[in-house]
């Protein structure tokens, strides 16, 4: 295969298994009516801590997805990653077979994935010493596990590729899959994004103060005054990226096309937000530019506001500086008032969402928004969706530390 550049880009399949839907119609209908998936947490014991809820997959079973064989050795999060797996390949109708295996490839963007795995390794080998430790577990307390697993299970052999950059991997991960794809290495990519809720983790956001529920009322209530902090979640989305004429010759469904992405490393202090934003100032504007789109074309922002004050008041300053006139008029919304911040999941279920937003025509709403914020003055579209048919979707990825990312898709032309 010969690289180019020129090569555009498309989405043909998804899959997503979330917090408030299961499939891509029960995912996108939920996202519309403005269903949340914060509940109660269930997967482990929370009555240690002040906040006890989180953005929980219900009642998941993998074998419904996978059937009963192969999964005893594996973890939440990989079941959930293949599962979801499972339905973009079957969305795309893409069929893996030896005669394509070597030109299809996975990325998958996940970091905390395997704490718990870890943990309870290092606790066995502790407590019942290490003749008693049971080595199938060993394996899967490697980062690149899950994605590892996703191309055994589904034969895939063309590259694997795990990207842990936190807040912002999915779209990391989106574009590390469209280089490859425009490098000529591959026809197709499964990008992926999972992130499972665990003790250990959960542990670690509580003694960081990031959770809401500590200072403040247990809500996610992103641009609302009354935000204090995240509510974690969890999940998987699988998106099936592949190159445009590739998708033409088998004759595939395109969701949409991936135009432009942009991300930038901008440190400034560990675990602290850069007070200028510069970094996800540099991705927007580097998006909208291999996009070709204009600041006055973007229909839709899906941010990555997560109910954190300080993330919220940062995204809208860049958006104004970035949009200029354009910002007010452009709509905002945030679907983590619906599922919470799922960490390397939020990209790709944000990109599932700005497909069902292409597919469906309506803008996700931001929920539980009540008390505005002077500083957060843009048009949000609060509590309820809004009918619109978006051309253009800017989806936006940062965090504290200094990863910034952003893409833009559009309806395909």
């Excluded at 029960?26 to 269930?42: D, H, M, Q, V």
């Excluded at 911040?341 to 931001?366: D, K």
Aim: aromatic content about 8%; some cysteine.
């Amino acid at each position: 295969m010969q690289g180019t550049d020129n090569k555009r880009i498309v989405i043909t399949g998804v899959g997503v298994i979330a917090p408030n839907g299961i499939g891509k119609d029960a995912y996108w209908k939920a996202l519309k009516e403005g269903t949340s998936g914060i509940r109660p947490i269930t997967v482990f014991d929370p009555g240690f801590f002040k906040a006890r809820h989180a953005g929980e997959v219900p009642d998941f079973n993998a074998e419904e997805f996978m059937g009963a064989k192969g999964l005893r050795n594996m973890d939440r999060s990989t079941k959930l990653l293949c599962s979801a797996a499972k339905l973009a390949i079957g969305d795309a109708g893409l069929a893996i077979t030896e005669d394509n295996t070597y030109d299809i490839g996975v990325v998958t963007a996940t970091t905390l994935s395997v704490v718990f795995n870890i943990a309870e390794f290092t606790r066995d080998a502790e407590v019942d010493g290490p003749k008693h430790v049971n080595p199938a577990r060993f394996p899967s307390t490697t980062i690149n596990s899950p994605s590892s697993q996703l191309s055994i299970w589904f034969k895939i052999k063309g590259f694997n590729a795990t990207v842990s950059t936190g807040y912002t991997a999915g779209i990391d991960a989106l574009k590390y899959a469209v280089d490859f794809i425009k490098l000529g290495r591959a026809k197709a990519v499964l990008v992926a994004g999972v992130e499972a809720l665990f003790f250990q983790s959960y542990v670690g956001f509580l003694k960081l103060d990031f959770l809401a529920g500590i200072k403040g009322e247990e809500i996610s209530c992103p641009f609302d005054k009354r935000r204090n902090g995240i509510i974690l979640g969890e999940g998987s989305g699988v998106v099936v990226i592949e190159d445009a004429e590739y998708a033409a010759s088998r004759g595939a469904k395109v969701y949409a096309e991936v135009k432009g992405i942009g991300n930038l490393f901008d440190p400034f202090r560990s675990g602290k937000y850069n007070p200028h934003a510069d970094g996800l100032k540099r991705s927007i504007l580097e998006a909208l530019k291999k996009s070709g789109i204009g600041n006055d074309e973007i229909d839709y922002i899906c941010a990555s506001a997560n109910s954190v004050e300080q993330q919220d008041r940062l995204e809208t300053m860049i958006i104004k500086e970035v949009l200029g006139e354009n910002a007010r008029s452009t709509p905002v919304s945030s679907i983590k008032s619906m599922i919470g911040e799922a960490m390397s999941a939020s990209g790709v279920l944000q990109i599932i969402a700005s497909v069902g937003a292409l597919e469906e025509c309506f803008i996700p709403p931001t929920i539980n928004y009540k008390e505005p914020d002077p500083a957060c003055d843009l048009d949000y579209v609060v509590n309820e969706a809004r009918i619109k048919r978006p051309g253009n979707i800017l989806i936006n990825n940062f965090g504290p530390g200094g990863n910034n990312a952003a893409c833009v898709l559009s309806r395909l032309i």
